[in-house]
């Protein structure tokens, strides 16, 4: 509202000086109604900046994670291949029935007549277990190191102890000696219970017992 001059004319002069200060006042208030507040609008950019690094900080890790994936794939196959290996060399129990019939597939493809085999119990480790076997066989020092050379070719552990050789004088239907030994093998556990303990003689999972003479078809191999 518009104040004349001439309204001011008959009044004291600090009505005047009270008019503007109010006036002034009016103008301040209208101009910090309208700018902006800039301590608020720092406040906020510096906290998008620090939003906006973190970010870009996590799309990089990703960038650098999508770029090793076809290495760290690699990595995983290969240390597959390195367990699938190792399982062949210390396999799980499952796997003893596999063992029985290739020792017994050696003694029949030799020239020997097996007259016992006695597995006997386990024997628990920490993540396995030993598992002996007695084998009694009649055959020849020849054929008899050839079995020990074809076993030593399996994929799994198999170690020969106790071995006794008795020769006989009159070489009995072409074999010159009887031996005795104990066939020690290996079952990985890990994380399972310990293995059952078999009883003693008995044969486990299916394992064959008694004589089996040279030359009987067995259809099983190394």
Known sequence: ????????????????????????GGLWAVANWQYPNFTEMQRRLASLKVEYGALQEKIERGRVAERRLPQLR???RRIELDLNR???????????????????????QGDFFL??????????KDFY????????LDGTYHNLALFFDKMARF??????????????????????????FVLKTFI????????????????PEGA?????????NSGGGE
Do not use: C, H
Request: negative net charge.
């Open 115 to 124: 007259k016992s085999f006695s597995p006997k119990e386990y024997v628990n």
């Open 155 to 180: 994929s799994r552990i198999i170690n020969v102890e106790s071995l006794v050789l008795t020769g006989y004088s009159d070489a009995r239907l072409g074999r010159t000696l009887a031996a005795t």
């Open 1 to 24: 509202m518009a104040i004349e001059l001439k309204q001011l004319e008959d009044k004291p002069w600090y009505y005047g000086l009270l008019i503007g200060v109010a006036f002034a």
């Open 74 to 76: 690699e990595e995983v």
């Open 188 to 203: 990985y556990l890990g994380d399972q219970q310990a293995a059952p303990a078999a009883a003693p003689g008995a044969a």
């Open 208 to 216: 064959p017992v008694g004589a089996i003479p040279a030359g009987t």
């Open 129 to 136: 277990a030993e598992w002996p076997i007695e084998i009694q």
């Open 86 to 108: 190792l399982l062949e060399i210390l396999p799980t129990k499952r796997n003893t029935e596999e063992l029985i019939k290739k020792i017994e597939a050696l003694t029949r």
